[in-house]
């Protein structure tokens, strides 16, 4: 059986990252970018399609990790009979090529330690031709090679590099794994222990620069840090997660690519980058959404690559069984072609609160928003794929029509409170009408709530957005009913799935059953203070923080009855909405009492 999802941690670089698993191999690396193909994707398959393992030769008694506090530096000690060790796993923040430092630590007595190394470009594919080059080992494969320094000898066998040796109280042993273009000349040397100290210090400075004081600061940070890592520095996309195809159902068919940055996670992002202190990635952010939503309006995706790439033509990987037999593998993610009037609202509002928190307008910001409002203004009545992206038949999404109410609110307050030019009658009519027919068509009498889509009797967790965007007040009575029904519901163990799966209808068009959404579980938080029901939303929220793995990282989902995660690791928007909730529920008005009154 592989490791379970939360025995990862994660290293990066700003450009990639990289997953560690408690037993010291990394099995999931993609290199040069998050959506480059992985030289080792054990985390998709078996050891023969990469990783890199290094750990004790004999029996680990027990194992302790860490990440070096307000860094992305991973610490893990391993005890053995013999004595213990400490594996030191990082990935400098890039300046040229990107490499992982591993240093091998004697912790106490002698510990014999045994290395593989399997390296298999094009997520496993490519078998690389290998060889010594001035005492470096030199893989290369097709456009990718990488380069092996390191303090101790290894030899190859079976198409694997492996080094035995061991370690005494105080020794050090280090290795170094680049990347350069294959026809490229090797990289220089580099000195690991310098590479260490650097990494170390870039960290904490950025973490310095935290400025929330909260009583959660300890889980905010490492939030925060995560989201600095799943950015793409050279354009400040932010990709959902490090990994492609990590089940949302073990053995099922719900796999998907989220190394892209989603325009639906844009407010939220927005919100916890700017009231955790860092304005400078806020902005990055908000400028990486202009240039990627530049264009023709109708040509408007749900998701762009991390430099704002459009074409994520989605592909099946048969060579890779997928993690726990979960299959398909896929690469690529063809609901970037999906019609979500969402992303319409969510761009709207992530300018507007922009503005509102003091990020500087870009000049052609209002002119691109103008030209969305044209578009919304003719597609808004069209059904959609909604929010969770279903590959079944479209349909009136309530949360679709919500976001649509929510671009024409915001259209109208950026003329009335930041004096922007723009048709603002014809918006407000537009705005109107939006609102009547949600609360006609998307509100269901019998039953008392607000539905999934138009004429469904079926809940959705996403209705809990209504009064944390200021559609509804939160003690509107049709929204206190929802807020009930969907915890009633959709709660399995306090935690809250997407919809129903199960539904007799097609909702979504694939087979039955996924996990918990976390991210809906610090929404139903955020609604139970809205709702002024503090001590469950506080509940709710430490028991949310209870899910972490032992390094602080959240995935996507949470089986409460095996008790594990699922979807791809780690979440960003999982780590947003930690930041968020803990900012709603401390003791200052926090980012949904900002927003529902925008």
């Known amino acids: ?127 690389p031709w290998v060889r010594r080059v001035d005492g470096a080992l030199s893989a290369i494969g097709g456009p990718d090679a990488v380069w092996l320094r390191s303090s101790v000898p290894t030899k190859g066998r079976d198409l694997t590099t492996v080094a035995d040796f061991a370690v005494d109280t105080g020794q050090r042993e280090t290795f170094t794994l680049t990347w350069r273009a294959s026809h490229r000349r090797p990289p220089p040397v580099t000195d690991p222990f310098h590479a260490l100290d650097e990494t170390d210090r870039w960290w904490r400075r950025w973490s310095q620069r935290c400025t929330y004081r909260g009583e959660w600061r300890d889980p905010v940070l490492r939030s925060l840090i995560t989201l600095k890592a799943l950015t793409y520095q050279p354009t400040g996309g932010i990709v959902a997660a490090a990994t492609t195809s990590l089940p949302e159902r073990l053995g099922g068919a719900r796999n998907w690519d989220y190394r892209y940055c989603w325009v639906r996670d844009a407010t939220f992002t927005l919100y916890a980058l700017m009231l955790g202190g860092y304005r400078a990635e806020a902005r990055a952010w908000r400028d990486w959404l202009l240039r990627a939503a530049a264009g023709q309006p109708e040509q408007l995706q749900i998701m762009y690559g991390p430099a704002g790439e459009r074409r994520l033509s989605e592909a099946e990987l048969p060579w890779l069984p997928g993690y726990e037999g979960s299959a398909p593998v896929r690469v690529g993610n063809a609901a970037s072609d999906q019609l979500q009037l969402d992303i319409y609202g969510e761009l709207m509002d992530a300018m507007h609160q922009a503005r509102g928190l003091g990020i500087e307008p870009e000049g052609p910001a209002w002119d691109l928003q103008r030209v969305l409002m044209d578009a919304l203004e003719s597609r808004w009545t069209e059904p959609d794929n909604g929010i969770w992206e279903v590959r079944g038949p479209r349909r009136h999404f309530t949360h679709s029509k919500v976001m649509a109410w929510v671009a024409a609110d915001r259209a109208v307050k950026a003329v009335e409170r930041f004096g922007l030019p723009g048709p603002v009658e014809r918006w407000r009519r537009l705005r109107n009408e939006i609102w009547e027919e949600v609360c006609r068509k998307g509100y269901n009498p019998s039953r008392g709530t607000f539905t999934q889509s138009y004429g469904s009797p079926l809940l959705d967790a996403s209705l809990l957005m209504i009064p944390l965007v200021g559609f509804l007040p939160p003690t509107d009575r049709r929204v206190v009913d929802t807020v009930e029904a969907v915890e009633r519901e959709l709660s399995r163990n306090g935690l809250v799935l997407r919809y129903q799966t199960d539904a007799p209808e097609d909702v979504d068009g694939l087979p039955d059953g996924e996990g918990a959404f976390l991210p809906c579980s610090f929404w139903l938080a955020d609604a139970l203070w809205l709702d002024g029901r503090r001590e469950e939303a506080r509940s709710l929220f430490r028991r949310l923080l209870d899910l972490r793995n032992d390094v602080g990282l959240l995935g996507e989902e949470f089986d409460p009855r095996a008790g594990r995660m699922l979807g791809n690791f780690p979440q960003a928007i999982s780590h947003v909405s930690l930041v968020n909730t803990a900012l709603n529920v401390g003791r200052a008005p926090g980012p949904m009492h900002q927003r529902a009154r925008s």
Do not use: K
């Open 1 to 127: 059986m592989p490791p379970a999802i939360e025995d990862y941690a994660l290293i990066g670089d700003l450009h990639t990252a990289g997953l560690v698993n408690r037993n010291g191999s990394i099995d999931w690396l993609c290199l040069p970018r998050f959506d480059s193909g992985a030289c080792f994707a054990a985390l998709l398959g078996e050891p023969r399609h990469g990783r890199w393992s290094i750990a004790p030769s004999g029996r680990v008694i027990r194992t302790r990790r860490r990440y070096r506090p307000e860094t992305l530096i991973l610490e893990t000690e391993m005890e053995t009979d013999d004595g213990a060790i400490r594996l030191v796993d990082c990935m400098p923040p890039r300046s040229s090529d990107p490499t992982v430092v591993r240093v091998v630590e004697g912790v106490r007595g002698r510990v014999p330690v045994h290395l593989e190394l399997v390296i298999r470009f094009d997520y496993g594919s490519i078998v």
